[in-house]
């Protein structure tokens, strides 16, 4: 249970992979979670997880060698109800891979890079990042936001936010 990017796209989970920047992988959703991403935009083929690591953490958390980090992340596991024994395995699970960006920022600027040239390549796609690992029907999104891909470069720091799905328009 950590941060997790979903992604909806027209394209393949392979074409999807031939254009992923250094530090990122990506591997499929499941049904649940792929049909409540297709509701948000019909016209995709492809619901993925977008990682840096186990996790998407790296969007949003600045890792340290002291693992401060995780105090966030310790705070909102113990908030869901988790177990201490589910807190220590969550955060081996988040520990693992991740830390290929120096900063959050630089997480963030290689994303913008996928999503300028998957927006080129593909046409919309829908970004939603979420935290927790439960189906995305427990606690469904709301409805997207529609950007486009001008106003995404323009504040690469500030178009994705938690729980709200944005489709991004070339």
């Not at 600045?62 to 908030?79: G, K």
């Not at 520990?95 to 997480?107: I, L, M």
């Not at 999503?115 to 409805?143: I, K, M, S």
Request: proline share 6%.
């Amino acid at each position: 249970m950590c941060f997790l990017l979903f992604a909806a796209s027209p394209l393949t989970l392979s074409e999807l992979r031939s254009m992923l920047p250094a530090g990122f992988s990506v591997e499929l959703a499941s049904s649940i979670d792929q049909a409540v991403l297709r509701s948000l935009l019909p016209t995709a083929r492809t619901g993925v997880r977008v990682l840096a690591g186990a996790c998407s953490c790296d969007l949003v958390l600045q890792r340290s060698a002291s693992r401060d980090d995780e105090r966030d992340l310790r705070r909102r596991f113990f908030a869901a109800g988790m177990s201490r024994d589910q807190v220590i395995a969550a955060l081996e699970t988040h520990r693992k891979g991740g830390g290929y960006f120096a900063t959050p920022a630089d997480a963030r600027a290689a994303l913008a890079g996928l999503v300028a040239e998957h927006a080129r390549n593909a046409g919309p796609t829908l970004y939603l990042l979420r935290f927790g690992t439960g189906p995305l029907d427990q606690r469904p999104p709301g409805d997207a936001v529609r950007l486009s891909l001008r106003k995404v470069l323009a504040n690469v720091d500030g178009w994705l936010r938690e729980d709200r799905p944005v489709i991004v328009d070339p």
